[in-house]
């Protein structure tokens, strides 16, 4: 199994463009989830869906979107990037909300320059 | 709300233990710990449910105090292994979103 895929690793962005950060998994988890590390510091949630159809906001939400259309996938849209969304963005994804392990992908440093 | 740690860090010598500290000013349903080695993403090590239970993990092992909205991570006869940055999670309600603490840097040295 694959668990939880992120692409790209690596992006770098100007001021304005937007992108989509892609996000799998081939766990059949419900929940899922994104957020950002900036240097030195804590996750901060972004957004996060309880299942197919279903997103909400986390406590660092704007300037980004979600969608979920299929249990597997969970895109993160950025609308029109920022120097502040410089960071690293981890998605995870886990059986049920709160009460399984989150399985982290392995990241997508983004800059804005 | 975000849960608070504490200490931020703690330097320890291989052998000895510390405890880390997870609290927050809301009921709890959940408390998670993970541990993030530089460079890489966060690790799952255990999940605590409302009801006090403690569990362990090797030799980390952690406790619940529903009550007092506080979990404390306790690290036993620590290894090089062991360091990295500990990250407590909480989650409010079932089925809702899980939020992390600022994170407490460990270094182990020989």
């Known amino acids: 199994n694959a668990g939880v895929t992120q692409t790209p690793k690596f992006q770098v962005l100007k001021t304005g463009q937007s992108m989509t950060l892609q996000c799998a998994q081939d766990?059949?988890?419900?929940?899922m989830s994104w957020y950002r590390q900036d240097p030195g510091m804590g996750l901060r949630l972004i957004h996060y869906s309880v299942g197919a159809g279903i997103t909400d906001q986390g406590e660092v939400p704007n300037g980004y979107n979600v969608s979920r259309s299929t249990t597997e996938d969970f895109p993160l849209r950025l609308l029109s990037a920022a120097p502040s969304q410089t960071s690293v963005y981890f998605c995870a994804s886990s059986y049920s909300a709160g009460d399984s392990p989150l399985h982290f992908g392995n990241g997508t440093r983004l800059t804005v320059t | 709300q975000q849960p608070v740690q504490s200490p931020q860090a703690v330097i320890l010598r291989e052998g000895e233990d510390a405890v880390i500290n997870c609290s927050s000013s809301?009921?709890?349903?959940?408390v998670h710990w993970y541990r993030q080695k530089h460079g890489e993403a966060p690790v799952f090590l255990m999940i605590?449910?409302?009801?006090?239970e403690q569990k362990g993990h090797d030799k980390i092992s952690a406790s619940f105090n529903e009550k007092k909205q506080q979990s404390s991570l306790y690290l036993t006869a620590s290894q090089l292994s062991y360091s990295g940055t500990y990250f407590c999670g909480t989650e409010q309600a079932a089925g809702n979103k899980l939020t992390f603490g600022g994170g407490t840097r460990v270094l182990v040295k020989p």
């Open positions: 809301k009921a709890l349903y959940s």
């Open positions: 605590l449910l409302k009801g006090g």
């Open positions: 766990m059949n988890h419900e929940y």
